[in-house]
T-cell receptor
């Protein structure tokens, strides 16, 4: 079945550091790929998505590129801020229907 | 409303009791999903409703769990004879699905269930 494996946390960075959170997936066919973010005390919200190979999703300075050859969708940001502290979830989804999520990576950014 | 709402926000119950969790999706959204998030874990799919189609119940962990969606809108997740391992945050999401699917899922704030 489908599965998503993401980098274990927690990840602690200083402000303005470069961020990478790795995500790889196992699925047949061509799923859409997503990153969701859960800020402290808030609900899960979509950060970015990519629906086909080589697509790059981007939002709020975050980027991720759909790499079918390596079955990866790594999340990157060039310069993190304290306000980026949150839990990040990688997920895949085929058309309509359920999403399959990774276990989440907790990011803490220190001033 | 503007987003997906869930009630109650917190529920504490005793082992063996039944509980009902409610989800109000975004108006007009055709699809509704329930997930469970245990401490330190990712989201586990439970059940999915799409329009008038039969629901996908493949994620329900046992026959103690059931869900219904009335009138294509509000959904209730029922857990009978609750067990301590049922303690988790239960998340509801909805989406507007076209013919090809792939609509963005919008999540509610969740119901935190604690079984003593």
């Amino acid at each position: 079945g489908d599965s998503v494996t993401q980098m274990e946390g927690p990840v602690t960075l200083s402000e303005e550091a470069f961020l990478t959170i790795n995500c790889t997936y196992t699925a047949t066919g061509y799923p859409s790929l997503f990153w969701y973010v859960q800020y402290p005390g808030e609900g899960l919200q979509l950060l970015l998505k990519a629906t086909k190979a080589d697509d790059k999703g981007s939002n709020k300075g975050f980027e991720a590129t759909y790499r079918k050859e390596t079955t990866s969708f790594h999340l990157e940001k060039g310069s993190v801020q304290v306000s980026d502290s949150a839990v990040y979830f990688c997920a895949l989804r085929r058309n309509a229907g359920k999403s399959t999520f990774g276990d989440g990576t907790t990011l803490t950014v220190k001033p | 409303g503007a987003g997906v709402s869930q009630s109650p926000s917190n529920k504490v119950t005793e082992k063996g009791k039944d509980v009902e969790l409610r989800c109000d999706p975004i108006s007009g959204h055709t699809a509704l999903y329930w997930y469970r998030q245990s401490l330190g874990q990712g989201l586990e799919f439970l059940i999915y409703f799409q329009g008038n189609s039969a629901p996908d119940k493949s994620g329900l962990p046992s026959d103690r769990f059931s869900a219904e969606r009335t009138g294509g809108s509000v959904s209730t997740l029922t857990i009978q004879r609750t067990q301590q391992e049922d303690s988790a945050v239960y998340l509801c999401a909805s989406s507007l699905e076209g013919a090809g699917g792939g609509g963005t899922q919008y999540f509610g704030p969740g119901t935190r269930l604690t079984v003593l």
